[in-house]
């Protein structure tokens, strides 16, 4: 069955495909933070990060130490093939429904 | 600049484990990154991650569960189920050592586990036996006891599931929900035996009663419908007779038992296991019964206002419910009550059985409960300080454990395996000595406890012993663990002997324990004080009797069956009785003090007119020439009865024709009718006692039916107007009491040798049997409260001589550079002491919110009455200063340089 992408599902694919290789569970977070203008929850990220690398369309990997004394690894994540297939599909589909219309008082 | 702990530990706590270190990374980062702008908004931003993704943390472990972990190389191992049990016995094997190291820690841990645990376990078979286990008859959910209820008539609500034989008639014809209703009277019966005649309590049934119940007979049959008129009275026996009075015969169906005149046949056994009985069958049957017999309605027509004298058992069909069976019988009621000339409403009442009969003792048990498992948390508390004790002077041991790689959560199990093992031990110990313990308990308990017969250790027990083990080794363990978990190794091993105080974590750890001592010593304090303030003013009220030099013997006449021949009897009795050598005055009731209110007839000032709900009702006494005098009520105005007052001639042939009879009122009659009229000017008055003419000779002072309530109303009635199948004489001696005894039996058994003389007590037992729930709770509690505060200074003496240890070189630094005693004094009194104050202040807190779930247990005081709040945390303070004292005393006085040289 096809994974449903949530809103914050969404916003982290986005967020991921944004940073690219810097994409960690906070950079995340404060990229959705960043674009929203709203805090979102780090454990939320974490759980929608889960939830897509479980659907196959992110991939986690595991940092070097970072160059710093006692600097320690980080989890970081990166679209895969079909994460950006999804990303273009909703895109496509919004396109779509937008066309032709128009909200009053716009 | 570090995360707010707390908050980190939620997450920690709540996070997966695979994802918890990168979650608790990136948010420590991101968390000093914010903390160079401004701190207290970066803590706030770390709260709000913390708070709001607790849900969504705690989701994702379910969802993971569900799923499984992603399959990745960065997964940390988890321990099977193979190397998590190898562990866990290397660890039992740890622990034993360390007992074996340490024997006396281990006893003392063992011993006062199994003292908790076997009072509790004890306890808990009386709640189960009690209030938790269903009546053993099947599906006893349908069986009801069904009552009547006037809600115009003040005090009726007293007499509960009192029952008319019309109403009885009536819901058995037309309430169609029960499948059966059976009416249930007190009966008693005469046995011969070899030596004294003994004295059977039963009851009459109607034939369907044990239909109703759903019982089969062990032998022989039970009660059938033809029994109602049958002249040889078949009777069904209890096991526990059959046993006692028949050595098991299986013979004996069929067998005439009693005295002439009374005698009754043996049809049937019931079960071994045939519990119902006392409460369970309403309130006339208040204890254990030995035969039940067909129940016989007088002949006469029933009327509906009167003779309350059954109760009522009934099992509704399945599926109905009590609201339907009750909207019913109130419809019946009340078409009973418009053919009565009263103008009175007439409503019924339902209580499935259990409930009934357990309803008086409910709050007592848990409260008892409650008493011991405070108790036994007490137990656990102290345990747990020690062990942190343990644990603190084994830090080096732990540092180097720790420093060869045994991880903190390692060390942690093992604390906690220890408290199991000694948890276990002592459950082990502790249900063996339930058994011994339960033997007190039920020895202890009032009569008026129901179902006692049905408390035994059975598996319900044994498990919660079991599971108290395993709860009280956790609850033991659990904070010396969670010490231990997050302890860090690196802080482990910078604590060396060097160090000249006390490891401030294990102090403060074991500071909470103590309070938490002190909070549940002051509320069993406070509790048991109530208690007993309640009992002293219980024992303090008039009751109206003077109860020195005076022994009361119960007789049964049941055996002489002529109203004429008891007659004879009784006129006898006193005489017998008063000729005894020693014996100042001689005389008898139908029914003594402090026994309850019973035999209440309505009465009525002739030419008074008053409506059915003011209809005034007085208890009879039957009593003999000489009662108030051998009793010591005295008398107010007017005279004692006399045999002078007999009618002589024939007896009348009707009531038209009787001559009047006499009667003397209790001061509580006189006020009831007259208000406000002098005693003497009641003297030479007329009354109707339930239709029958009598004039005031006499005015008695009021004398008690039970403790905790104002004296009722009472008449009394010379015995040769009823002659009563049941009395107690009293006889008032200069002799002692236990002399008086047995020439008194002698005395009644040479008059009436027939008459079985169940109890003969001294009057002062009178008011002990009156008071004996209370005495018993209040005995509990206290012994619950002194082990408590016991075990509470034990904790502070310990925690003290700990602290003091520790700090020998801290104190001597100090008495060097000039600190004097007192200056130490403060110290290490402010330790230890605060806590304790603490802890008073919150008991105090939880026994005034305990004392309203207390409050009809207790009598003319208040829950918050300060004669119970103040003393008991003056207590538990007084008993940790005093083991503080004793404790710090040889410490304080020590010379410094001992400890200064010990390096």
């Not at chain 2, 006062?112 to 209030?131: E, H, K, P, R, W």
């Not at chain 2, 039963?202 to 119940?213: K, Q, R």
């Not at chain 2, 108290?468 to 010490?483: C, D, E, K, Q, W």
Request: glycine letters at 8%; proline letters at 7%.
């Amino acid at each position: 069955m096809r994974y449903r992408l949530s809103r914050l599902d969404l916003l982290a694919l986005l967020a991921l495909a944004r940073l690219g290789n810097e994409a960690y569970g906070v950079a995340v977070c404060e990229d959705i933070d960043a674009v929203t203008g709203r805090e979102a929850s780090v454990a939320a990220v974490y759980a929608s990060l889960d939830r897509l690398e479980r659907a196959g369309l992110v991939r986690g990997w595991q940092s070097e130490p970072r160059p710093e004394r006692g600097g320690r690894t980080r989890r970081h994540f990166v679209l895969t093939a079909a994460g950006r297939a999804a990303l273009l599909d909703e895109r496509t589909l919004a396109a779509k429904m937008w066309r032709g219309v128009t909200l009053p008082g716009n | 600049m570090t995360p707010p702990r707390l908050a980190r530990r939620i997450l920690a706590w709540l996070a997966p484990p695979d994802v918890r270190p990168w979650l608790l990374d990136d948010l420590d980062d991101a968390f000093g990154r914010r903390a160079v702008v401004d701190i207290r908004r970066a803590r706030r931003w770390y709260w709000r991650q913390a708070l709001g993704g607790s849900l969504t943390l705690t989701a994702m472990r379910f969802r993971r569960r569900a799923l499984g972990a992603i399959p990745a190389n960065h997964l940390e191992d988890r321990m099977n189920g193979f190397t998590f049990l190898a562990a866990s016995a290397q660890d039992a094997r740890h622990s034993w050592r360390a007992f074996r190291r340490q024997p006396l820690y281990g006893a003392a841990a063992v011993l006062s586990l199994a003292l908790g645990i076997g009072a509790s376990t004890a306890m808990f078979s009386v709640i189960d036996g009690v209030l938790l286990r269903p009546l053993n008859l099947p599906a006893p959910g349908q069986l009801m006891l069904v009552g009547e209820r006037l809600p115009e008539i003040p005090g009726a609500e007293k007499f509960r599931f009192f029952d008319n034989p019309a109403a009885f008639l009536a819901w058995r014809r037309e309430a169609s929900e029960f499948s059966g209703l059976a009416a249930i009277q007190p009966a008693g019966f005469t046995m011969p035996t070899g030596g004294a005649p003994q004295f059977l309590h039963g009851a009459h049934v109607s034939t369907n009663f044990f239909d109703v119940l759903a019982v089969r007979p062990a032998l022989g049959r039970l009660l059938a419908g033809p029994d109602e008129g049958d002249t040889t009275r078949p009777m069904v026996i209890t096991d526990r007779l059959w046993r006692t009075a028949f050595d098991a015969d299986p013979g004996v169906i069929g067998r005439r038992i009693g005295v002439p005149g009374t005698e009754a046949t043996v049809v049937g056994v019931l079960p071994a296991d045939f519990h119902v009985e006392g409460k369970e069958l309403g309130p006339m049957i208040p204890g254990p019964t030995d035969f039940f017999d067909a129940l016989k309605f007088p002949k006469r027509e029933q009327q509906v206002f009167s003779d309350f004298n059954y109760t009522v058992l009934g099992r509704l069909r399945p599926g109905v419910t009590e609201a339907a069976a009750l909207a019913h019988l109130d419809a019946i009621q009340a078409d009973l009550a418009r053919t009565a000339p009263q103008k009175l409403h007439l409503y019924a009442e339902l209580s499935p059985v259990r409930d009934y009969a357990v309803h008086g003792a409910r709050q007592e048990l848990w409260l008892l409960f409650g008493g011991v498992l405070a108790v036994l948390l007490i137990v656990c508390v102290n345990l747990g300080g020690l062990s942190i004790t343990r644990a603190a002077d084994r830090r080096r041991d732990w540092a180097i454990r720790a420093a060869l790689g045994a991880a903190p959560g390692r060390l942690a199990r093992q604390v906690l395996g220890e408290s199991v093992v000694l948890g276990c031990l002592g459950g082990v110990l502790g249900i063996a000595c339930a058994t011994g313990a339960l033997k007190a308990l039920l020895a202890l308990a009032p009569a008026d406890v129901p179902r006692l017969a049905e408390v035994h250790a059975n598996w319900h027990v044994f498990a919660f012993g079991v599971a108290v083990s395993l709860a009280t080794g956790l609850v033991t363990g659990i904070i010396p663990a969670l010490r231990l978990r997050r302890a860090d190794p690196h802080e482990f091993l910078k604590a060396t002997a060097a160090a000249t105080t006390a490891d401030r974590g294990s102090l403060r750890s074991r500071q909470v324990l103590i309070g938490v001592q002190a909070a549940l010593s002051t509320v069993l304090l406070v509790v048991a004080a109530l208690l007993g303030v309640s009992f002293s003013r219980l024992l303090a009220q008039p009751t109206g009797f003077d109860a020195s030099h005076a022994v009361a013997a119960d007789v049964m006449l049941g055996a002489y069956t002529t109203e004429n021949a008891r007659d004879a009897l009784l006129r006898q009795l006193s005489g017998a009785v008063g000729a005894l050598p020693g014996v100042t005055a001689a005389g008898f009731t139908s029914q003594l003090p402090l026994r309850g209110e019973a035999w209440i007839d309505s009465i009525d000032v002739p030419g008074r007119v008053v409506t059915a709900a003011e209809q005034p009702h007085v208890n009879v006494r039957f009593v003999s020439p000489g009662y108030f005098t051998a009793i010591g009520i005295p008398l107010v105005a007017g005279r004692d009865v006399s045999e002078r007052d007999r009618p002589s001639g024939p007896p009348p042939t009707s009531a038209a024709t009787e001559p009047p009879g006499i009667i003397v009122l209790s001061r509580a009659t006189a006020q009831m009718l007259w208000p406000g009229v002098q005693p003497s000017d009641l003297l030479g008055r007329g009354l109707d006692l339930e239709g029958h003419r009598v004039t005031v000779v006499g005015i008695a002072a009021d004398t008690r039916a039970t403790l905790d309530a104002p004296a009722p109303a009472i008449v009394y009635v010379p015995y040769w107007e009823d002659a009563p199948g049941k009395i107690s004489i009293v006889a008032r001696s200069t002799a002692s009491g236990s002399v008086l005894a047995g020439a008194l039996r002698e005395a009644i058994r040479n008059v009436a040798p027939l008459a079985p003389i169940p109890l003969v007590q001294p009057l002062e037992d009178l008011e002990g049997t009156a008071v004996a729930t209370q005495r018993y709770q209040f005995t509990l509690l206290v012994t619950f409260a002194s082990i408590a505060l016991l075990l509470a200074a034990m904790g502070v003496y310990a925690l003290v001589a700990h602290s003091v240890a520790k700090r020998r070189k801290e104190l001597a630094l100090r008495i060097t550079l000039g600190a004097r005693s007192s200056d130490l004094w403060r110290i290490i009194l402010g330790q230890s002491l605060l806590p304790v104050a603490v802890g008073a202040i919150a008991g105090l807190a939880m026994a005034l919110a305990a004392g309203r779930l207390l409050a009809t247990l207790l009598f003319e005081v208040s829950p918050t009455s300060p004669a119970a709040l103040v003393p008991a945390p003056a207590a538990v303070l007084a008993a940790a200063a005093i083991a503080c004292v004793l404790s710090a005393r040889s410490g304080i006085a020590a010379q410094p340089w001992g400890a200064l040289r010990d390096e």
